[in-house]
């Protein structure tokens, strides 16, 4: 594997920093399996419509989301597989049982 040089860490640095807003991480997983609208992504978190746009926008520009005007509304979904994939493999990764013990 090659390596990541400093321009390509800090590209990805920050969508991770993006990453790291839970509303911004629940957006995108909302946005994985079909496109959905703003107004349904604000209902279906419990969040503000303005603060929604606010976060898709971000994640627009970091292209994270890509956005599909249909009429009046716009639909978001994920840009592609990899962001798919990694926050799909995140979810599986956090809620896995590694038998750990308490003490």
């Known amino acids: 594997m090659e390596h990541l040089n400093a321009d390509d860490a800090i590209e990805l640095a920050e969508i991770f920093h993006l990453l790291g807003d839970a509303s911004r991480l629940r957006i995108v997983y909302a946005c994985l399996e079909a496109p959905v609208s703003s107004g349904l992504l604000a209902e279906g978190l419990g969040l503000s419509p303005s ?3 606010h976060h898709l926008r971000l994640l627009r520009a970091a ?5 599909d005007r249909q009429g009046r509304q716009i639909f978001y979904s994920a840009v592609d597989d990899h962001i ?3 926050v799909r493999d995140m979810v599986v990764h956090i809620k896995e049982d590694y038998g750990e013990v308490e003490e």
Do not use: D, F, H
């Not at 292209?63 to 956005?67: F, W, Y």
């Open 51 to 53: 603060l929604v746009s």
């Open 63 to 67: 292209r994270i989301l890509t956005s």
């Open 84 to 86: 798919r994939g990694m």
